[in-house]
């Protein structure tokens, strides 16, 4: 590789990052075509440590590669010291990341897709507001370092996210589901369309549920309220700066035996699997929690060095959703949740409730004091439980309770799991008194 | 640049083409803890062509612009597929042709800024932070400006070159005590500036220490309804957040039922109540003298003496509504398409101080800068800051964990006194929508009161 050359010929050990997408949006607008998107995009970053300090650049049109490499070693003779090395060669795993069919869907296929997702929804209810964006994509992406690491790995992929809308008079009814695959065969259309069609059933009748400490299910989707303020316990960089609620808790047990917790970059059916992160290490299949029992943190290679552990194949470029974004730094963070599922079916769960609220979505998601494992939102798609069954849909009720709390009472989860966008696996799980504030 | 552009929307065979082309240069430094987190200096150039046929539109985003003209041939391509399923051919509105070319003046021009002079600035703040107690545990200190390069043109005939300046300085302190949570507070400033924004902030670094330090012996917020005084911070992201966005046409341009809802002319607020939403006021970073269709800014009352006065419009949206483009058509950058967007977004001032909004509260909460908020057509949510009880017209104890919902719609009538002391304020971060993210704008406000407000809590 050219620029690893180049960087290398000019400082001590250099990485580079390099990612070549291009992908076919397509966007329907209230049930209509709204426009159909050719998406391309190629960039680079590049890290070098050179006197034991670390530098960093990004950039698109690279040409020679002269203006980026300058500006990384620019960065690097103020950088921060570091005492870590780029990663050295490993064994990765060589799971099948990449359809050439599902990269090859033209936007007629695609426009196709989007429209038999908006008949059947439209069937369901004619006066439904429904919008549909699909996407294929494909990215190459390729990780060298000055170590002699050389990875590459291409990865396609296919979603279909849809928005519905219902508008009454009084009352606006809005929700949104997704779902995603790395090949065509594998996406779970009907799946989607039948989540789409449950809701809608649930919320043929408006109630109310009198402000109280209630049973609360949560269903995979809505279970991001819970995980969102759990997983950056687990984040090695909070670890290690002592933020998180869970940094001391190693070997300890911190939620019911039931409840397991397992990160990862490929499992059998995932609609994202990746044989190494963004920096090359391998995702290892690990366990967070094990029966309740805290068993170990996240850590990108810095993150690692700083808490005198090793990187778990998790530093991602990009935040907590998809990463391999070339304009950042590597980060600790998730790549691919599960949660293994329970023994009770969903519906007997539902049936053992007296009275209670099933939540789906919710609003003011990760806002407010995430780190202590606070939470307070609003229930945007929620359903009252009355005599073991759902009586309607509730509005303008509020969820609060801490995570960390919660988590330690006895939990209940259900046999059958579900994708949830593409990072996500898990079951709906019932959590005891939980505080629901309605407002009249 | 024009030639190669020129060339290109010649090659067009499109009803309507359009080529925004981009370079951004930008630096970035970061603190957490004691920890350099990152340094970058980078740049980044690309483009997108956007093209009608036969009223469908195709569009093509890329980072080379050597072959632009296969890019039209490209999104044409594209555009007649879409052409083919389209129930109602999309149409523009009218609006003149521009040709402009728009430099900002800078104080301190932060591309003449050492990288060196920047990452020590921060690191000062950062440290101001650190060393303020020792239960300061953690922070995130950044510092990051872009400098965007803009070139405009499209086949109606409208060439326009800005550059588009942006500095932001954002601090967060994490506090914790031996056995509690931690508590986190932040504050930031963001604005279309130069290097001067962002010295001399030694003030909000104490700030910030500070006011993490309280929130651990604060007490959280119990759940109920309150009559709620918001801050201008707060207040501004409230309007932004929870009616902004719904006078965004695009939400509603196709659906009929939604626009019975926002009707113009309906009663939504008290009769004191304006709000607006201005393309430029200098130095803000909302300011988007030409949008990215080419409109020139304008000033847009949404609400007029408590009625729906107008929506924010893009050329498609004005079209099919029979309204005017409002100049808010706005990309986040040369990877997206524009699509209706705010840009400086406040509440008018009113005639009541501080002094008289609060006397008159016999119970209820202060609510004080926002971590964020999110809303769903008419629902909406905000985490404020930090709280502090009201009893008997008087501020109380810190309350933590003070978390607003309610229906906008209620909640805009529910306003019951407007402060006289409006601040526009720029911060760190952006604004979000369909995943174009963040988008520059500034939000503004005087101190608002609203009665019957959900807290949400335990
Ligand atoms: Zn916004």
Redesign the pocket.
């Known amino acids: 590789m050219k620029l690893l050359e180049k960087a290398s010929k000019r400082a001590k050990s250099a990485e580079v990052f390099q990612i070549e997408s291009q992908s076919v949006p397509v966007k329907f607008t209230a049930g209509e075509l709204e426009s159909v998107k050719s998406y391309e995009t190629s960039g680079a970053a590049l890290r070098v440590i050179d006197e034991g300090q670390l530098g960093f650049s990004t950039g698109t049109d690279l040409g020679d590669g002269e203006e980026i490499v300058s500006r990384a070693l620019e960065t690097a003779g103020i950088g921060e010291e570091v005492q870590f090395s780029f990663p050295e060669p490993q064994k990765t795993g060589s799971s099948e990341t990449f359809d050439g069919e599902t990269a090859r869907l033209s936007p007629e296929q695609i426009m196709e897709m989007g429209q038999r997702v908006i008949d059947e929804i439209t069937e369901f209810d004619s006066e439904l507001d429904v919008n549909v964006s699909l996407q294929r994509s494909s990215d190459r992406i390729r990780i060298a370092n000055s170590n002699g690491l050389d990875l590459s790995e291409r990865r396609s992929s296919i979603s279909i996210s849809v928005d519905v809308k219902l508008v009454g008079t009084e009352d606006i009814f809005s929700f949104y589901d997704s779902c995603q695959a790395a090949s065509l065969g594998n996406l779970d259309v009907d799946g989607l369309l039948e989540r789409i069609k449950q809701r809608l059933k649930w919320a043929g009748l408006r109630t109310k549920l009198p402000t109280g400490r209630y049973p609360v299910i949560f269903t995979p989707r809505g279970l991001t309220v819970l995980l969102l303020p759990l997983l950056t316990g687990f984040n090695g960089m909070n670890v290690y700066q002592g933020t998180s609620k869970l940094g001391d808790k190693k070997g300890k047990k911190v939620a019911d035996s039931s409840f397991s917790l397992l990160d990862g970059g490929v499992f059998p059916d995932s609609p994202f699997n990746r044989n190494f992160d963004d920096e090359g290490v391998p995702t290892s299949e690990k366990k967070l929690l094990d029966e309740g029992v805290v068993n170990g943190f996240l850590y990108d290679v810095r993150s690692a060095y700083l808490a005198g552990e090793e990187p778990t194949g998790n530093g991602t470029k990009g935040g907590i959703r998809g990463g391999s974004d070339f304009r950042s730094q590597p980060d600790a963070s998730p790549i691919t949740v599960v949660i293994p599922p329970g023994d009770r079916s969903f519906g007997k769960i539902i049936s053992d409730v007296d009275r209670g609220l099933l939540v789906d979505q919710v609003l003011g998601l990760g806002q407010g004091n995430v780190l202590s494992g606070e939470f307070s939102n609003n229930v945007s798609v929620g359903y009252r439980i009355e005599d073991g069954a759902i009586s309607g849909r509730i509005k303008n009720t509020m969820i609060a309770g801490n995570v960390f709390d919660l988590l330690e009472r006895d939990l209940v989860l259900a046999s059958e799991s579900q994708w949830v966008g593409g990072d996500l696996k898990a079951p709906a799980i019932a959590v005891d008194g939980l505080s629901v504030v309605q407002k009249d | 640049m024009y030639d190669n552009i020129e060339e290109a929307l010649g090659r067009s065979e499109g009803d309507y083409t359009e080529i925004r082309l981009e370079k951004e240069f930008r630096d970035t430094v970061k603190y957490e803890k004691e920890d350099l987190i990152n340094l970058d200096s980078s740049v980044e150039s690309g483009g997108i062509v956007r093209t009608l046929v036969s009223g469908g539109w195709g569009i093509a985003t890329f980072n080379s612009t050597e072959e632009l003209g296969d890019k039209v041939d490209q999104a044409t391509q594209v555009a007649r597929t879409a052409s083919s399923y389209l129930s109602e051919p999309v149409e523009l509105a009218d609006t003149p042709v521009e040709e402009e070319s728009i430099q900002p003046e800078l104080e301190r021009d932060f591309r003449k800024i050492p990288l060196e002079e920047k990452r020590k600035l921060l690191e000062s703040y950062n440290e101001l932070i650190l060393n303020f107690d020792k239960r300061i545990k953690s922070t995130k200190a950044l510092y990051s400006d872009s400098y965007r390069e803009l070139t405009y043109a499209n086949t109606e005939g409208t060439r326009i070159r800005q550059s588009v300046p942006d500095v932001v300085l954002s601090l967060v302190s994490v506090a914790k005590s031996d056995d509690g949570s931690p508590q986190v507070a932040h504050d930031s400033v963001g604005e279309a500036t130069g290097f001067e924004l962002v010295t001399g902030r030694e003030d909000m670094a104490t700030g910030v220490a500070r006011r993490a330090l309280e929130l651990l012996d604060a007490e959280p917020v119990r759940g109920g309804e309150y009559t709620v005084l918001l801050n201008p911070k707060l207040a501004g992201v409230f309007i ?2 929870a009616f902004g ?1 719904l006078c965004e046409a695009d939400h509603f341009y196709k659906n009929d039922r939604l626009q019975e809802i926002m009707e113009i002319g309906k009663q939504f607020g008290p009769e004191d109540l304006n709000v607006v939403d201005k393309g430029y006021i200098p130095g803000r970073r909302g300011n988007t003298t030409f949008d990215d269709e080419g409109v020139l800014r304008q000033k847009t009352y949404l609400i007029k003496d408590g009625r729906l006065n107008n929506f924010l419009h893009s050329r498609e949206t004005a079209a099919k509504m029979g309204g005017k483009p409002t100049g808010n058509a706005r990309a986040v950058s040369y990877r997206h398409e524009p699509i209706v967007r ?1 840009t400086n977004t406040y509440i008018e001032g009113g005639v009541e101080s501080f002094e008289d909004l609060l006397s008159s509260i016999d119970k209820g909460i202060y609510a004080q800068d926002a971590y964020g908020g999110q809303t769903q057509l008419e629902q909406f949510t905000f985490s404020a800051g930090r709280g502090r009880l009201i009893e008997d017209g008087e501020l109380g104890p810190v309350l933590k964990d003070v978390v607003l919902t309610g229906n906008i719609f209620e909640t805009l009538g529910n306003i019951v006194g407007i402060g006289d002391d409006l601040e526009i304020i720029g911060s760190g971060g952006g ?3 369909d995943g174009q993210f963040p988008l520059p704008v500034t939000t503004g406000s005087p101190h608002i009161r609203i009665k019957n407000l959900t807290v949400g809590g335990r």
């Open positions: 932004h957040e966005h705010m604004c979000g929508k």
